[in-house]
C-alpha cells in the first residue's frame, strides 16, 4: 500500500460525458502527478501540481483539466469523453523534489463506450 | 530529453539473479537514473535510483557504467512476486518533474 488512494477504481460512461476522478496523496507529500496508461501509448505523463499550483504540464489535452484543493487531494475532470480516452489514470505523489521517488495509487479504470 | 534502451523481455528461474539492462547512451552529467517497476494490474512502485555510484537497498542494486552510459538493476534472488514490467528512467535535473516512461522490460519468473 502506496499511501495514496484513487477513487473511483472503476468508471464506465459513455462519449460526450464528463467524469471526475479524485486522488488523495500520501500524508505530508505536497505534491501530486497525474498519469494516464493506455495500451498504445504506454505510461504518460500529464499534469503535476505542488500545493495547490500548477508546476508542470506533459500530454495533457485541453478538454482535461486538473486541481489541487487546499487539503491537497487532487481532481483530474475529463470532459467530451472520447472512446480514446478509455485508458487507466494513476494518480502519484511526493514531496515535490524531482529526485525523490513517486508513489502511486492503484489507479482508476475508465471505460469509454 | 534523453532515451533509454531496455530488452522488451527477459526470462528468470526463481531463487536466481537477474540482471536488468539499460542503455542511456545520450545521458547528461546531471540526470539521475531510476528504476521503477509495475506489477500486474497495479500502479507503478518505485525500485531504486543513483547518479554515478552503486546503489542497494532492500529491493535491489544498480550498477552504473563509469561512463554512465549504461545501468543495470540487479535483483538478487528473483521470487515469483518480481515478475513486473521494468522501467528505466532517466530524471533531468531541474528541467522537469515528470517520470517519462518508456515500454520497459517484461520479466517472467519461472517457478
Known amino acids: 500500500d502506496s499511501g495514496v488512494t484513487q477513487t473511483p477504481k472503476h468508471l464506465i460512461t459513455a462519449t460526450g460525458q464528463r467524469v471526475t476522478l479524485r486522488c488523495s496523496p500520501r500524508s505530508g507529500d505536497l505534491s501530486v502527478y497525474w498519469y494516464q496508461q493506455s495500451l498504445d501509448q504506454g505510461l504518460q505523463f500529464l499534469i503535476q501540481?505542488?500545493?495547490?499550483?500548477?508546476?508542470a504540464k506533459g500530454n495533457i489535452l485541453e478538454r482535461f483539466s486538473a486541481q489541487q484543493f487546499p487539503d491537497l487531494h487532487s481532481e483530474l475532470n475529463l470532459s467530451s469523453l472520447e472512446l480514446g480516452d478509455s485508458a487507466l489514470y494513476f494518480c502519484?505523489?511526493?514531496?515535490?523534489?524531482?529526485?525523490?521517488?513517486?508513489?502511486f495509487g492503484p489507479g482508476t479504470r475508465l471505460t469509454v463506450l | 530529453d534523453a532515451k533509454t534502451t531496455q530488452p522488451n523481455s527477459m526470462e528468470s528461474n526463481e531463487e536466481e539473479p537477474v540482471h536488468l539492462p539499460c542503455n542511456h547512451s545520450t545521458i547528461s552529467g546531471t540526470d539521475y537514473i531510476h528504476w521503477y517497476r509495475q506489477l500486474p494490474s497495479q500502479g507503478p512502485e518505485y525500485v531504486i535510483h543513483?547518479?554515478?555510484s552503486n546503489v542497494n537497498n532492500r529491493m535491489a542494486s544498480l550498477a552504473i557504467a563509469e561512463d554512465r552510459k549504461s545501468s543495470t538493476l540487479i535483483l538478487h534472488r528473483a521470487t515469483l512476486r518480481d515478475a513486473a514490467v521494468y522501467y528505466c528512467i532517466l530524471n533531468l535535473e531541474g528541467s522537469n518533474y515528470k517520470l517519462t516512461f518508456g515500454k520497459g522490460t517484461l520479466l517472467t519468473v519461472n517457478p
Open positions: 543513483g547518479l554515478t
Open positions: 501540481y505542488y500545493n495547490g499550483e500548477e508546476r
Open positions: 502519484a505523489s511526493n514531496s515535490g523534489s524531482p529526485y525523490n521517488e513517486q508513489f
